[in-house]
Nanobody
Framework: QVQLVESGGGLVQAGESTRLSCAASRSIFSINVMGWYRQAPGKQRELVASIRSGGSTNYADSVKGRFTISRDNTKNAVDLQMNSLKPEDTADYYC?????????WGKGTLVTVSS
């Protein structure tokens, strides 16, 4: 098992940047895929970005070129740098870890982008 705790977020202005961090309760070295998802009001949860243990990344088309996911195995953390934020990026952001086929989720952190 793994517990995930997100931090960061809050209220930001459109065009600004913010950084989300996800702290894991155990080593993430063996966790093949970690990612960030988001869920806006009235919408389904969607993948924002993911990163594999080897470092390869995947991004939703809507955030390509603006968001960057990174993982630090020594700190057991996965970060999401979000630049050029838009009002449509407003959502609850959740950290995810896929460990031995099981999905684990954090409780989420709210990002609100004002225009």
């Amino acid at each position: 098992q793994v517990q995930l705790v997100e931090s960061g977020g809050g209220l930001v202005q459109a065009g600004e940047s913010t950084r989300l961090s996800c702290a894991a309760s155990r080593s993430i070295f063996s966790i093949n895929v970690m990612g960030w998802y988001r869920q806006a009001p009235g919408k389904q949860r969607e993948l924002v970005a993911s990163i594999r243990s080897g470092g390869s990344t995947n991004y939703a088309d809507s955030v390509k070129g603006r968001f960057t996911i990174s993982r630090d195995n020594t700190k057991n953390a996965v970060d999401l740098q979000m630049n050029s934020l838009k009002p449509e990026d407003t959502a609850d952001y959740y950290c995810n870890a896929n460990l031995f086929g099981m999905n684990y989720w954090g409780k989420g952190t709210l990002v609100t982008v004002s225009s």
